[in-house]
């Protein structure tokens, strides 16, 4: 995040860890490790591709389409 202009170079990930999450007592998360997620066909996003792949994609002109909106935001 510092080499993408995110953070300033002097941030100190550790600590903006320490403070970016709150640790509440009794909870944890062992209820997250026993859900079950369903998976939904067609669901998985696609990973982007080569240049030409995703050019197609942009250039396909279908308003609703996942990756467009993805790349376009």
Do not use: Y
Not at 18 to 37: C, G, N, P, Q, Y
């Amino acid at each position: 995040m510092i080499q993408a202009g995110m953070l300033g170079p002097e941030t100190d990930p550790a600590e903006l860890a320490k403070r970016a999450f709150v640790h509440l007592d009794s909870v944890t998360d062992e209820w997250i490790e026993k859900t079950e997620v369903k998976k939904v066909a067609g669901g998985q996003i696609l990973l982007l591709r080569d240049a030409t792949t995703v050019a197609s994609v942009i250039e396909s002109k279908v308003d609703d389409f996942c990756c467009l909106r993805l790349m376009t935001n």
